[in-house]
């Protein structure tokens, strides 16, 4: 069985732009542009043609209603701009019957019939802009589409605004169909890919595999012992970055391995190689012979781009703490305490090759842990086996010094931030369960409560914003609450961020700029940032979440950013399949 990125408007979408389809956060988007690869049109003669449709479907079960819905086509001649011009561009809908209208601008609005209709999981809307013009100049442009929205019954109006990204490839590129021959093969069987593409740099990829493919049209895979997804990413350089557009198909194995994050079995299971108890064909699993041992699996993404890299498992084994991060003299650091160990692992990444420190912080319990930078000097915080929690300072980055006392914290997440001046930390302490705390490291060497959250709902998480410290929490609905504190970190103005999260927080600055992650209700892990340009007084200006990737998660990962790229890494998403 072959697929390729043009009859799905999902897939379309995905392999398009190189990324996943945008999910907002009342609805699902999906982009996709005939012909693919959408090429720039030719410097001289009539303009490329191609036809956009945009699927919105609800990601709830409960159906929205909708108003009149606007698609913003960028036109002009530079690379952000798609359309050369308005004039021949047409637009329709289906399910049909929408009044539509196109501006000069390149605005599109489509208005549902009697001004507002209802829509749902299964009964979305197909928006459909034709025969624009593509302009001559190779690069990326932007769809905006702007959704307002509304609970059936309720009076107040809210808006959804997405960014759709559509490439402009050189009119030489070519990446024609991949053809998978045969489409299902016995375990352990054979496969020959075959394909036609020109104009750039191609590669294929499958499980842990990836070569260069570039002039080249077939290659036999071996030694395939589950289902398989075939990738063909083609890239070409332009004044705007890399260019990637990807084909795909999917082979199945007969009888396959199977690598999955969890399995439920609702009425039995049926196997010759599990050893059960005497006179049980399968083993008795129960809480005392299942046991949760996750391995920490690493990803990296691209803010500009919004793209991310797949989660890859990390050489460390089972760990029984989520891990911390910060980058010191050059190289990424890591602690967590690995499963059934009172120590500490201390470990380094410098951009190729992890290595595992010789001198880690000291014993440790499985809890909490949380590092960061002070000046010239790594600062961790972590739990002990006798129940207490310590700060250790390390001035040269080989070896840390002597154990200070810290609030045992109750559970959750430890932060630590470094103001320029102060060293800041948020709680979760035993003595005010179940409040969350924040806390300043003062001159004497005492920590010192500054206020308290008696709502959040999970872990606080600090991050700074340029030379503004921000505070990061979680409602106990699910809403993340945003504190800015400037001069006086103990007062602080508070804004609600309109997205909801099913975990804690995790924030990481990198410039100007602090960017979040968290998962939504489906365990997707979602991105948003800030650059601090809004006035002094005015509401912090947060850019449309944005899916990271197709990987779920239930646990958010730590973040760090390094050599221009944010580190995730975390508990979860590690059981990627390899192949």
């Not at 956060?25 to 049109?41: C, G, H, I, Q, Y």
């Not at 009172?342 to 595992?356: F, K, R």
């Not at 999260?501 to 979602?526: I, K």
């Amino acid at each position: 069985m072959t697929t390729d990125t043009t009859p799905d408007p999902a897939l379309a979408s995905a392999a398009f732009q190189g990324t996943s389809p945008p999910v907002g956060v009342e609805l699902r988007f999906a982009l996709s542009a005939e012909p693919f690869p959408l090429a720039a049109s030719e410097s001289f003669g009539a303009y490329r043609k191609t036809d956009l449709t945009i699927v919105l479907t609800r990601r709830a079960a409960a159906a929205l209603e909708c108003g009149a819905i606007t698609v913003s086509v960028p036109v002009g001649s530079g690379s952000t701009a798609l359309a050369a011009e308005t004039a021949g561009m047409s637009a329709s809908t289906d399910p049909p019957g929408w009044n539509t209208t196109i501006a000069a601008t390149g605005l599109v609005t489509f208005t549902p019939p009697g001004g507002t209709t209802l829509l749902g999981k299964e009964n979305g809307v197909a928006l459909s802009v034709s025969t624009v013009p593509v302009n001559r100049t190779v690069g990326r442009a932007v769809l905006t589409v702007n959704v307002p929205w509304r609970i059936p019954g309720e009076k107040d109006w809210s808006t959804e605004t997405v960014e759709l990204p559509v490439t402009k490839f050189p009119p030489a590129f070519s990446l024609g169909e991949l053809y998978a021959s045969p489409g299902q093969i016995a375990h352990n069987g054979s496969v020959t890919l075959t394909w036609q593409a020109s104009g750039g740099s191609f590669r294929l990829i499958y499980g842990k595999t990836d070569i260069s493919v570039t002039g080249r049209n077939t290659h036999t895979a071996h030694n395939i012992t589950s289902d398989t997804l075939f990738q063909l990413r083609g890239t070409s350089s332009s004044p705007s970055g890399e260019l990637e557009a990807v084909r795909s198909a999917w082979v199945t194995v007969d009888v396959p391995d199977i690598v999955t994050q969890s399995l439920t079995a609702t009425r039995g299971i049926t196997t010759d190689r599990l050893a059960g108890l005497t006179g049980n064909s399968v083993p008795v699993f129960n809480a005392r012979t299942m046991e949760h041992r996750p391995e920490l699996s690493m990803r990296t993404y691209d803010p500009l781009r919004r793209s991310a890299t797949a989660p890859v498992r990390l050489p460390f084994g089972q760990v029984a703490s989520a891990p911390a991060l910060a980058v010191h003299d050059g190289k990424l650091h890591m602690l967590f305490c690995p499963y059934g160990r009172e120590q500490l692992t201390w470990a380094t990444y410098d951009g190729s090759t992890w290595q595992t420190m010789p001198n880690p912080p000291g014993p440790a319990a499985p809890a909490p842990v949380a590092l960061t930078t002070m000046g010239t000097s790594l600062v961790c915080a972590h739990g002990t086996p006798d129940g207490d929690y310590v700060m250790r300072t390390s001035t040269d980055g080989t070896a840390w010094g002597a154990a200070s006392p810290m609030p045992a914290p109750d559970g959750g997440v430890v932060s630590l931030c470094w103001q320029g001046s102060a060293l800041y930390a948020t709680i979760n302490p035993k003595e005010l369960a179940p409040l969350r705390s924040f806390y300043r490291y003062e001159a004497q060497q005492e920590w010192r409560m500054l206020n308290y959250f008696p709502l959040a709902d999970g872990s606080l998480e600090l991050a700074m914003r340029g030379e503004t410290l921000m505070l990061f929490h979680r409602y106990h609905i699910g809403r993340i609450w945003v504190s800015r504190r400037r001069a006086n970190p103990s007062e602080s103005d508070a804004e609600i961020l309109q997205v909801r999260a099913s975990d804690n927080v995790r924030a990481v600055s990198y410039g100007q700029r602090v960017l979040v992650m968290f998962p939504d209700s489906e365990g997707t892990l979602q991105a948003m940032s800030s650059d601090g340009t809004e006035p002094t007084n005015a509401p912090t200006v947060w850019s449309t979440p944005v899916p990271v990737d197709e990987y779920p998660v239930t646990e958010t990962p730590a973040l760090a950013w390094y050599r221009d790229r944010i580190f995730a890494i975390g508990r979860s998403g590690a059981g990627v399949p390899e192949g």
